[in-house]
């Protein structure tokens, strides 16, 4: 499959509401399937939505990878005859939750990433993962995900792209009421960037609402292999459905000029410093 | 020194104009101190032009670390009492130029860097840099460069945010003319990108004009810790002068909330595969 039409589903969830924020995203897929998408991302953590008072609470919203949530995707997948990728906090036998996005089609769970970068408070509540995202081959097109702030760290989204992911699937918290307030488009250029450098597309599927004093920017975007914009950000911080056909032989082929492609150019014979532990920081300059 | 002035000077170069293009350096060099800059950044190739008909033409048109580039910016910056960086044809002992970024205050030349990451036909007239940018220590802040395409690998930027740099230059020469022709949009939200995930200001002197079928986008740019437009890209690939106060403070700190650090979060445990040669590429997926 050369092109794919894929849906961001911005979605406007509660914490501890399991049931009406499964119902939104249940809306959310039938939607999106209804404009004609075959992959649907949803945000992250989205059956339980985000701000947890307690460890106690998060283990409480927390289920497993064949629990409700997986299973009500997976059918809505074999029903719609689609991909869903979001986020659920997950159950481990550890008594630690995890926070994952999975992948699922018609014949189930595909895979379970665990989010590797945890922001602000998330290490009360999650153990981080890891292990690197797999690429999953649905529909013939070469799928991962990876979760909001791991956006962040294009090392990160450098090795799914040399995994060989054609499409990302970003499932996305992005708070705007951290010390960090920026405006919505630092996070998008981010994301824009992720995609352009790698010539992989991205799906960032955002919330909004509020949340305990926590709000969200609603920065849900789809992005071309080129880095730039198919579809939003919303103009606002509100429900939203992003629908783009996206268009992934750029993101087969790489080469952005006759004798330049963007994994091929790289110097890992010179990027030793970047798997170097601790990392070598304000070392003397001259 | 907390807040630093930058300028940086998209200039319309000739390849082959060297008395005309260090002029039209000199210039904005002039220009930029007379707004205040204490930091002038230049566009790639400044003296020599970018757009070689062979590479007799390119050694040709190249200079040693200490001819008259050089020179002449150590002059200026002596008499302006500010700091230059731009982008040199550098003459080499072997017979091949470098692509090379050079900066120069009152003492003369800082630091050279050869660009790394090479662009189209730059092969056939350079030999690609093998070291990282030193990290230089100017009017008390910690000073590094990079050349153009070398900003569309994060890993290479990243390696100079943990070399404990707090403002990155980079001379550019952004073509429209090759088969990834890009909205300016797209480039500069690779520089904002690049700054934001390391918290690390990027002052980025593009060029314009016409040579020999290739024009310039004109993105110059100078962009925030936070990777916001401070100033920059020009309306028009005209030229322009751009200039603005650089925040170091957040560079220094880097903390984007009370438990979150860009570098201290990283994960490069799990980073070994961006060190490996050859790429792992289109692995086996599930």
């Given amino acids: 499959m050369d092109r794919v039409v894929v849906a961001a589903c911005q979605l406007e969830l509660a914490v501890g509401s399991v049931d009406g924020n499964r119902a939104l995203a249940a809306d959310a897929i039938r939607a999106a399937a209804g404009a004609g998408a075959q992959l649907v991302v949803l945000p992250e953590l989205t059956p339980s939505g985000y701000v947890f008072d307690s460890l106690d609470e998060a283990r409480s919203l927390a289920e497993p990878l064949d629990g409700d949530t997986v299973r009500e995707w997976t059918s809505l997948a074999a029903e719609l005859d689609l991909v869903v990728v979001g986020g659920i906090c997950e159950r481990h036998g550890d008594g630690m939750p995890r926070n994952t996005s999975v992948i699922v089609d018609a014949s189930g769970l595909r895979t379970a990433y665990r989010k590797v ?63 960090r307030e920026q405006p919505t488009s630092v996070a998008v250029v981010r ?27 609603g920065g849900s975007c789809i992005v071309s292999a080129d880095g730039e914009l198919l579809a939003g950000p919303p103009p606002a911080a509100e429900p939203a459905l992003l629908i783009a056909e996206v268009d992934l032989v750029p993101a087969r082929d790489k080469r952005t000029g006759p004798r330049n492609h963007p994994l091929d150019d790289r110097r890992p014979d010179l990027y030793a410093a970047l798997a170097e532990t601790p990392s070598i920081i304000n070392p003397p300059s001259l």
């Fill in 117 to 179: 970068h945890l922001w602000g408070d998330e290490p009360d509540f999650f153990t981080p993962g890891d292990q690197p995202p797999q690429v999953v081959d649905v529909r013939g097109i070469r799928l991962a995900t990876v979760i909001c702030y791991d956006l962040e760290f294009p090392e990160w989204i450098r090795i799914v792209a040399l995994a060989g992911a054609e499409l990302l699937a970003a499932p996305t918290n992005w708070p705007t009421s951290t010390p």
């Fill in 191 to 217: 994301v824009q960037a992720d995609a352009g450098v790698n010539r992989m597309p991205v799906v960032a599927a955002d919330r909004c609402g509020h949340e305990r004093g926590v709000d969200w920017i």
